[in-house]
Structure formats: C-alpha cells, structure tokens
Nanobody
Framework: QVQLVESGGGLVQPGESLRLSCAASGTANNIVKMAWYRQASGEQRDLVAS???????NYADFVKGRFTISRDNVKNEMSLQMNRLTPEDTAVYYC?????????????WGQGTQVTVSS
C-alpha cells in the first residue's frame, strides 16, 4: 500500500505563486507515475500534470507555461510549482500515484489540499 501526504495549499492573491508537495511512503518503490489533479466546487476532477518514472511530463492546456511538475525518485516526492495563479485555479488539488502490483496498476489518491486564489 502506498500512502500519500500532500502539503502546500492555501490562500493567495491573483498573480502569486504556490508550491504543492506530495510525499509517498509505504510500498512506494513500484511507483510508475505521479500526477496532480484538481477539482473545483461542482466540477469534475481534471488532470493538471503528470510525471512518469523516466521524467516524461504532461500538462493540461490550462496550466502550460505556468505550472511545473517535478519529482524526486529517490525520496518518492513530487512537487507542483504554480505561478501566475488566477481565480480559475481555485480548487482542491489531489496527488495521485500509479504503482505496479503484480500485473495490475493501482491508483492511490491523496486527501487533497485546498488552493484558493482570491483578491
């Protein structure tokens, strides 16, 4: 089992930055992909960015050029640097991890961290 602990959410003003972190523990040595999702109130959960074990990254169009995902494979930690935040970025941000279990891929979710962008 993989356990995830997220940190770094909060309230910021438009144009400011935040950095989210996600630490994986437990049987975290089989992780193949880590990702951030977000869910605004009343909306579906959307992929924000992902990073594979080899370092390949993928970003949603709405964050390209503003957000940067990074990963420390040794520490099993992932970060999301969010710059030039707008009120539309307000959401609960979730860390998600895909890990191999035999022939299966398990998805583990973090508890979520609130990001609020408001003046």
């Amino acid at each position: 089992q993989v356990q995830l602990v997220e940190s770094g959410g909060g309230l910021v003003q438009p144009g400011e930055s935040l950095r989210l972190s996600c630490a994986a523990s437990g049987t975290a040595n089989n992780i193949v992909k880590m990702a951030w999702y977000r869910q605004a109130s009343g909306e579906q959960r959307d992929l924000v960015a992902s990073i594979a074990i080899g370092g390949a990254t993928n970003y949603a169009d709405f964050v390209k050029g503003r957000f940067t995902i990074s990963r420390d494979n040794v520490k099993n930690e992932m970060s999301l640097q969010m710059n030039r935040l707008t009120p539309e970025d307000t959401a609960v941000y979730y860390c998600a991890v895909d890990s191999i279990r035999g022939t299966l891929i398990d998805r583990t979710w973090g508890q979520g961290t609130q990001v609020t962008v408001s003046s």
